[in-house]
């Protein structure tokens, strides 16, 4: 079951811990996805890892997995929620992870009060 995590706490975790809880928050996000999909190949570490052997590739490429693997749950758990992999793909490129963060764990938290 996903949790509903408060995503202010979630930033100020991340400033305090420099950046070691948004780390936390990157794997647990994935796991979650890919949870509700029951995707057996995407797991939170293999994408963690993957995006320090691509020297951050991957974690480009992981803001449009993530809104796609979001979008193709809602209809299967009967959530609304729209496909926002190209919002978050350009937030990230642009340096704006974080603000992409908060708009994936929004969308996850639409599932955990379901």
Known sequence: MNKNRNIVACII??????????IYWFITMSDDAARLNEDLNFSGVKAF?????TCGIY???WYYKMGKEISE????RGVQ??????VYLILGIFGFGIISY?????????????
Not at 13 to 22: D, K, N, Q, R, V
Not at 49 to 53: A, P
Not at 102 to 114: E, G, T, V, Y
Request: with cysteine; net charge neutral; aromatic share 12%.
């Open 13 to 22: 975790f991340t400033i305090i811990t420099c950046g070691l809880y948004g």
């Open 49 to 53: 890892i993957f995006t320090i052997i």
């Open 59 to 61: 974690g480009i490429y």
């Open 73 to 76: 749950a809602g209809p299967k």
């Open 81 to 86: 929620v729209s496909d926002n992999s190209i």
């Open 102 to 114: 908060c708009l994936i764990q929004n969308d996850l938290n639409k599932f955990a009060n379901q």
